[in-house]
């Protein structure tokens, strides 16, 4: 489910580009730090967005140069305080969850892997949870409803991408000014559901292949492309006036890019069927 | 009131042609058409009022000039329904989207009108394709309506709202071609044609 909310490379500029690859090895950092070498392995661009979209963006970037474990060499990071550290908790979280739902509906090569993994997760999650009770019983509430109703046909898809995208608003702080609250959830929501209806389109192919349920196929009424396309567009247009809303930071320019540009590239490319999760870019593209 | 200046994104001694490029670029940004029954609509409106201030203040125009900031998209309107769809209205414009959808569930004349504000109370809550759904029937029932083509058009049209400068459009992708690339291949083929 994660790794769509992604820039758009070629259009960002040099130091947003630097910015971006600092932030997201500063929240691999922060997870290492907090939670050990193996959850580092959740890391994912979503958890990066949700970074840089709740920090405060009034202060200066603050970096420094840390060893990455994967490469050896040195790489600067962003550490947004507080904000990493909440961020971390969360993809922790999250991807536990998820692992938790594979278990449960996989076949057996891929539930093996979810269990193991799941397994080295699991004192990371205990520790993320006892963190941040709230967002763990969002994270509960709203996957089981998901499974629940994503069997019954008569559910609309917009009732699907409903509990996912609640999941997602779930991650504004309580504590945050209420009228910034509003803007980030409304944000926070179109883009969750921007992303599991994504994600749902992704899958029709192997779903399809597998004989197994999807959410879009298994709707009583057909939905092709075209409708798909423009209910997408309607979710970015929210999510981008409410971006316009928030005051301009040092990473109000990545946020733009991967709003207004990442995520419509993203959306052609799955449907065209050219979509990779895990891009094998050239060398000055790739994120290291 | 705030700093003039600041609220515009401008340091004190911008000149004329600087206010008035910056202040139509916020406008643009915060025009009531980019938060058409938007949930945030109020926020934004709220932003326009301030810059319409900011603005005046600088200029000394005193009265209100420029962009309205816009009323709300509901209130306006004055319609034939029954008193329950006006309490609907109201309740939508207010944000009670919970009421709101209590009330029609309850009523059992489902007219156009009826099918025209269950999906504006889709559309407020994020449910966009159900809103369009019912758009759609509201539309067939009442074929003559603007108020229901205008909002089943807003929803299918799948245009981008407004895009800051460099956000435009749609990112190019390999092997598209655009104007420059067909300037460029006449240029090369003049070379060739040269003897």
Known sequence: ???????????????????????????????????????????????????????????????????????????????????????????????????????????????????????????????????????????????????????????????????????????????????????????????????????????????????????????????????????????????????????????SGILRNILYLGLPAVQSAVFDGTFDKTPRLGKRERLR | MSDPYAVLGLTHGASEEEVKKAYRDLARRYHPDNYHDNPLADLAQEKMKEINEAYDAITKGGASSGYGSGGSAYASQSQAGGAEFSVVRSAINSGDLGMAERILQQTANRNAEWYFLMGSVYFRRGWLDEAVQYYTIACEQEPANAEYRSALNYVTAGNTTYRPQGFGAAPRRQGECDMCDVCTAMACANMCCRC
């Open chain 1, 1 to 251: 489910m994660f790794g769509y909310v992604r820039p758009h490379y070629p259009e960002l500029r040099v130091r947003e580009l630097e910015l971006y690859r600092a932030a997201y090895c500063g929240l691999c950092d922060t997870i290492g730090r907090r939670f050990g070498l193996l959850p580092r392995g959740v890391l994912a661009y979503d958890f990066v967005f949700l970074t840089l979209l709740l920090t405060d963006g009034s202060i200066a970037p603050k970096t420094a140069m840390k060893r990455c474990p994967l490469s050896f060499k040195r790489r600067r990071c962003l550490d947004c305080g507080a904000t990493s550290d909440y961020a971390a908790a969360l993809g922790v979280i999250l991807a536990y969850h998820k692992l938790r739902d594979d278990i449960a509906d996989e076949k057996f090569a891929k539930r093996t892997a979810a269990r193991l993994y799941a397994l080295t997760l699991r004192r990371a999650y205990t520790r993320a949870a006892t963190e941040y009770p709230a967002f763990d019983d969002a994270a509960r509430t709203c996957l089981s409803e998901l499974s629940r109703i994503e069997t019954d046909a008569s559910q609309p898809l917009d009732a699907l991408a409903d509990c996912f995208a609640r999941l997602l608003t779930a991650a504004v702080p309580e504590s945050t000014e209420p009228s910034r609250k509003r803007i980030f959830e409304t944000l926070l929501y179109h883009v969750g559901r921007f992303v599991y209806i994504i994600d749902a389109r992704d899958d029709v192919a192997s779903d399809t292949a597998n004989h197994r349920p999807n959410a879009i196929t298994a709707r009583q009424s057909r939905i092709d492309d075209a409708r798909l396309g423009a209910t997408l567009t309607n979710s970015l247009n929210i999510a981008g006036s409410a971006l316009e809303l928030l005051p301009e930071t040092e990473y």
